[in-house]
């Protein structure tokens, strides 16, 4: 089984996206922390599905950290490897997100 939680960095939000259907996708780009101090950073997209890819697009933004549970899987990666020294990219299909440390809006605090 490839059940996942882990807490990660937002690098990057790509905002919600709809396929013909309605069905909504938010893709989030974070960075997973690493223990050994070494220059390879582990970068990982989230793919986030129905209701939960409204509440990801709109409340998740950069530098913000969070916990994700999830599926994880592989494919080949297509861009450089400037962050990773592997030729994969880690994919997670999200089911559930939290927040563990956000940067709030002037609005809301």
Do not use: C
Request: charged share 20%; aromatic share 12%.
């Amino acid at each position: 089984m490839n059940y996942v939680i882990f807490a990660a960095k937002v690098l990057k939000n790509a905002g919600q996206s709809f396929f013909k259907d309605g069905t909504s996708l938010t893709e989030l780009t974070v960075q997973l922390p690493q223990i050994k101090k070494n220059n390879t950073r582990l970068i990982a997209q989230i793919s986030v599905w129905g209701r939960l890819s409204y509440d990801s697009s709109n409340y998740y933004k950069l530098n913000d950290y969070i916990i994700v549970e999830g599926y994880i899987s592989f494919r080949n990666s297509n861009i450089e490897h400037t962050y990773n020294s592997i030729n994969k990219q880690v994919e997670i299909s999200a089911f559930k997100i939290y927040p563990l440390r956000l940067k709030l809006s002037k609005s809301l605090q």
